[in-house]
């Protein structure tokens, strides 16, 4: 079946501590984007890449990073400079310059700091 | 600055009775898209409908329709016939720039709807 993956579900983390989330698309969508939902809050934009080895900051990009060496593949990296990290973390991809040009978005990763 | 807005922080619904969500929007762009999304308790986004700044109709899928007033900026979600299953969080989202567009969408608030039996 084609879609998202994301992993792990669910994650703990130290304080100081760096953590990448894994974010895999076998729909051979060009796009590939993160967000990052609060709880009880809409989704906000952290890093977005239309194409391989090629990214840009979203809203919140601070604390994060990412890297596109695969067309599959977005991982996030959150690091220890994200003052507030546990939250919720959905990755979406989309075909580039498509006329509705949906997300489709991954189950997403819980992230906990302790 | 573009802007989604739902007023609508929760709403309740007798079960196969319509419910109305409330989206407003801000764009200077001419070509923008609008979109709903539900999100169930188990957190995954589910796209329910779409709507070009273009269409001269209003959306429809299935159980679900975009009451689309252009010059209002408004773009509300109808849900005919609820059911339980359509509890959920519901988000608007906006997609604009036209042919530039870089797909990256911005997303309301949520309204959560809870579905009486």
């Known amino acids: 079946d084609g879609g998202i993956t994301q992993s792990p579900k669910y994650l703990f983390r130290k304080e100081g501590q760096n953590v990448t989330l894994s974010c895999e698309q076998n729909l051979n969508h060009d796009a590939m984007y993160w967000y990052r939902q609060d709880p009880g809050q809409g989704l906000r934009l952290i890093y977005y890449?239309?194409?391989?080895?090629?990214?840009q900051k979203g809203d919140i990009a601070e604390g994060y990073s990412v890297s596109r060496e695969k067309k599959e593949s977005f991982p996030l990296t959150v690091t220890s400079a994200q003052k507030n990290p546990t939250a919720f973390y959905l990755c979406?991809?989309?075909?580039?310059?498509?006329?509705?040009?949906?997300?489709?978005f991954g189950e997403g990763s819980r992230l906990t700091v302790l | 600055a573009q802007k989604i807005t739902q007023t609508q922080p929760g709403m309740f619904v007798q079960e196969k009775e319509a419910v109305t969500l409330d989206c407003t929007y801000d764009?200077?762009?001419?070509?923008?898209?609008l979109f709903w999304y539900k999100q169930p308790s188990s957190g995954e986004m589910i796209f329910l409908i779409y709507q070009g700044s273009y269409d001269q109709q209003n959306a429809t899928e299935g159980r679900y329709s975009l009451n689309f007033q252009k010059a209002r900026k408004s773009a509300n979600l109808v849900i005919s016939a609820s059911q339980l299953g359509d509890s959920a969080m519901y988000f608007c989202a906006m997609r604009s720039g036209g042919s530039s567009n870089t797909g990256k969408l911005i997303f309301g608030q949520g309204t959560t709807l809870q579905v009486k039996p």
């Open positions: 979406a991809s989309s075909v580039r310059g498509a006329n509705t040009g949906e997300l489709f």
């Open positions: 890449s239309q194409i391989v080895n090629d990214f």
């Open positions: 764009t200077s762009d001419p070509s923008y898209g």
